[in-house]
């Protein structure tokens, strides 16, 4: 019996204002691997000054914050 494995995706995203919570809408950049998350979110950061967030996809469908980059 063979299972289907659910790849994590990680996203990342600018930085909010203020960050108490953050709706699934906000549009991100998404990677299948933390290191392409945190390779984009520190070259992000370079060219834009803007901190970054990377957040990992939770089982449950919500986004986890892993890592701020910037601040």
């Given amino acids: 019996m063979q299972t289907s494995q659910r ?10 204002a203020i960050e108490e919570t953050v709706p699934n809408e906000i549009k991100g950049a998404c990677f299948e691997s933390r290191q392409e998350a945190e390779i984009f979110a520190l070259d992000m950061v370079k060219g834009q000054s803007t901190p970054m967030i990377v957040e990992k996809l939770a089982p449950a469908g919500c986004w986890l914050q892993v890592l701020a980059v910037g601040c």
């Fill in 7 to 16: 790849k994590t995706f990680y996203r990342v995203r600018p930085m909010l």
